[in-house]
């Protein structure tokens, strides 16, 4: 069944079909939380505002139309709003990428100052990438890391698709200005932890 087929069917009526769209895209969520609550020591409150996004979900389901937005975007935003919402309330705004989701693939003949090159150079990517402003920030992240494409990004942040491009933009260049003296003339797109 389509997230479509099982929207129609739960609005009417057959709620326990939830449990799927639950199971769709629970991990997704999960780790969307995590990396926007990492380093803000509230990375202990994923699971919590993961089961707040879906219960949200739940009891605005009867307002989501299709038309607007995929039932992902919908979602998506939610939670962003979600964890935005309790940032607020505990007056740290700080949304980061997470340490521990994305590990760089050592080939297996790799040496071991290859391996502790790499990793290093994971590290100076991620604290590039969470020095950002929180928009840059989470447009990167839903980009280069959940692999949502423009429009879907626009829905979550609230902007246009043109607005997301130039985020996405300054966001590279500035991760790139950051990491300048240390990549030299290396591509930022070879660069582990950065996937574009």
């Not at 389901?61 to 299709?66: M, Y």
């Not at 494409?149 to 902007?159: K, M, P, S, T, V």
Request: hydrophobic share 35%; with cysteine.
């Amino acid at each position: 069944m389509t997230d479509s087929q099982l929207i129609r069917e739960i609005k009417d009526g057959n709620v326990q079909l939830y449990k799927e769209l639950v199971t769709r895209y629970e991990r997704k969520i999960l780790v969307f939380i995590y990396h926007m609550l990492k380093n803000t020591r509230m990375d202990h409150m994923a699971e919590d505002l993961c089961q707040e996004t879906f219960y949200k979900a739940y009891r605005s389901l009867h307002s989501f139309r299709e038309i607007e937005a995929s039932f992902s975007t919908w979602l998506y935003t939610i939670a962003r709003n979600t964890v935005l919402s309790e940032l607020r309330k505990n007056r740290n705004g700080n949304v980061y990428l997470e340490d521990s989701g994305f590990e760089p693939v050592v080939a297996a003949e790799a040496t071991p100052e290859q391996s502790v090159l790499r990793t290093e150079k994971v590290t100076m990517v991620r604290e590039a990438i969470n020095n950002l402003p929180e928009k840059q920030r989470s447009a990167l992240i839903l980009r280069e890391y959940d692999g949502l494409d423009y429009q879907e990004i626009a829905n979550i942040l609230g902007q246009t698709v043109s607005s997301v491009k130039s985020l996405l933009f300054r966001a590279r260049a500035s991760v790139k200005s950051q990491l300048e003296s240390y990549v030299g003339g290396q591509k930022l797109e070879e660069y582990e932890g950065m996937k574009r």
